[in-house]
């Protein structure tokens, strides 16, 4: 019995750390504090590659700091500000409890991942992990599917896959997982292929895997 979690927007509230990171940098770079808005805008939810945010952040603020001493700073502090969502830890502490092996399947950096991965106090919950550009492969492949599944102990038959993205539910669906997704107040497109289970947060999912 598995299940399987995204982590940013699922398990984890990335828009919460990312919210408490800008507010940080505006005040120790002396910026307005309304800048915390155009700070959040430009990184587009994540999806917004470092190297362009800190290109565009370096060029707005007139830094002297490098790109790659502002990405070393974000990655040593922004994943530390990202906590678990209400009830998640509680969530995986019941799955586990009623037998369910978890695991986490995420698109994004090494480092990134895995700190935040530790510092929120999800890490202790789940049994294994697979990052993306750890394995050189991102979902919706299946093979990032697997390889979180294995590191989890557990084949894919009769899982799960949470997540709040369309690669989590269409990866999930192509390894053949029951898919849940967290929808943020967004309609699931028309066209592709949906998820069997809509939720408003990932610890919804968990009551309908233990159902
Ligand atoms: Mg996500």
Known sequence: M???FDLDGTLADRHAGQLAWAVEFAADHGLDPAEVDWLMAADGNGMVSK???FG?????????????ELWVQYRDRQPTLVPAYDGMLDGLKQLRAAGWRIGVVTNGYEDVQTLTLTSSGIAEHVDGWAISAAENIRKPDVGLFEIAAARAGSALGGGW???DSQADIVGGRAAGLRTAWVHHGREWPAGVG?????????????????R
């Open 56 to 68: 565009l952040v370096r060029e707005r603020y007139g830094l002297a700091a490098s790109f790659d």
């Open 51 to 53: 190297e362009e945010y």
């Open 194 to 210: 949906g998820p069997d289970h809509v939720v408003a947060a990932a610890a919804d999912a968990v009551r309908l895997i233990l």
């Open 2 to 4: 598995l299940a399987l």
């Open 161 to 163: 896959m949470v997540g």
